[in-house]
C-alpha cells in the first residue's frame, strides 16, 4: 500500500489501542448534575452509593476532573480478544445512493454480545471481582447487555443475575439462552421475587415489562443480597467513561491517516455508545481546538431528547434509585407495543443531555419502518446485519449523505454501528411483512409521563 493511502478496513494495532478511558466531564464547563437521592433529594454521597455500586465505580461515576482514567491491565488483556474494532469506509453504499460523502462506520458487533456493551459489562465485572464481591444483579432489555455482563462475569468467575423485560424474555428466548450458556440466572420482569415486582404485578397485571420496572427489581436484588451489586449498560457516567475507548480508537484510526468526520452520527437509547463515540471528539469541541457536528438520533416512539424535559427524574419505574437530572420522558412511560426498534429507556444519560442542553450537539426523532428500510439498504450492501438500535445511525447517516448529493458536498460522516441484529428477527420480519406500523406519541402521552416527574427545587 502506497504512503498514506487509506485502507478500506482499519484494524490498529494493539499497541495503538488507548489506555486510557478519557473522561470529557473534566473538560465540560457545565458539568453534568449531581446523582440526587430519592428521598432527601440532597446530592448522593459516595457512602450512599456504594451500597448500590462497587466502590471503584462510584469513583468513576462522581470524578468530573481527571481527564484519563487508565485501563487495568486486565480489562485491555479482555478488550483485545476483541478490540481494536474496526473502523469501515462505507464505499458500497455510498455507491449505492450516489453521493460524494465519505462515509465511515465504526462496528462494536464483533462479538458473541454482538454490540458495544461488552466494552463496559468487562470493566464492571473487573471492579466488582476486585472488591472481592459474589455477583452481580443487572435487568435487560433487548438482551445484549445481558448477554455482555454474562460473558465478562464467565469470564472472572462472578455469579449474575439477569431481569429480562418480559416481552423481550417471551419474544427472544434465544437471547436468554445465551445469557445462561454463560451462565447467568435470566428471570422475567416483573417477578413475584422481588416486593417491587410483587407491587407492579398487582397494579398492572398483565404488563409486559419496561426496563425501569427492571431496574427496579435488580436494584432491589442487590441491596438486599449480601456480596451483590446492582450494574447497569448504560445512562451512567462511568459507563460513558468506559464506552470511549470506541472514540479514542476511532480518532487515532482518523488521525493516522489524516481523516476529519464533519458529521459523527449515534443512535442514543440511553446515551452510551454516543457518548463514548463523541467522546474525544467532543473533548476538541468543548476546548475550542475543532469543530464537528454530532447528531443524536432517537425512535420518534421514544422521542427522549427532541420531545423530553430536561429535569431531574428517576432513573427506574419503582422509584427505588437515585435521581437524575436527564432529558426524560418521565420514569412511567412506556412506548408503544408496536414498537420494536430498541433504544426504549424514558431517559438520556445526564452527560449527553447537558452537553446538549448547552447546545453542543443535535438530536433527531425517526419513525421505525424508515429505520428498517435503512437498515435493509445497509445488509444488502455492507454485508452486515445491523442491529435495529443502530439502524437509527444508519438513517441517519443516509440522509446527511443524500443531503450532500443535492449540495455536491464531500463531508466525512462517522457514524457508529453498534451491533448486528440476529436476535431481532421478529421484527425485521414484521418489517418485511409489511405489518411494521409507526406510532408517534401524541402530546397528551407524553404528558401523562411528565405528570410523575418528582419536584425537585
Ligand atoms: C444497548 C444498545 C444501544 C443503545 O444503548 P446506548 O446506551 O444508547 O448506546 C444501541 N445499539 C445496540 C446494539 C445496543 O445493544
Redo the contacts with the bound molecule.
Sequence with gaps: MAKNEIPYKIYLSENEMPAQWYNVRADMKVKPAPLLNPGTHQPMTAEELGGVFCEELVKQEMDNDNRFIAIPQEILDFYKMYRPSPLVRAYCLEKKLGTPAKIYYKF??NNTS????LNSAIAQAYYAKNQGLKGVTTET??G??GTALSMACAYLGLDCKVYMVKVSYEQKPFRREVMRTYGASVTPSPSDTTNVGRKILAEFPGTTGSLGCAISEAVEVAVSTPGYRYVL???LNQ?LLH?SVIGLEAKIAMDKYGIKPDVII???????????LIAPFMGEKLRGEADYRIIAVEPASCPSFTRGKFAYDFCDTGMVCPLAKMYTLGSGFIPAPNHAG??R?HGM?PVLSQLYHDGYMEARAVEQTKVFQAAEEFARCEGILP?P??SHAIRAAMDEALKCKETGEAKTILFGL???GYFDMVAYEKFHDGKMTDYIPTDADLEKGFAGLPKVD
Design positions: 462494536e458487533g454482538g454490540s458495544h456493551k432489555g433487548a445484549q447487555w449498560g448504560s445512562v459507563v464506552q449515534g443512535c442514543a437509547g440511553g446515551g452510551s455508545n454516543l457518548g463514548g430498541g433504544l429507556y444519560s442491529a438500535e443502530s453498534t451491533g448486528t
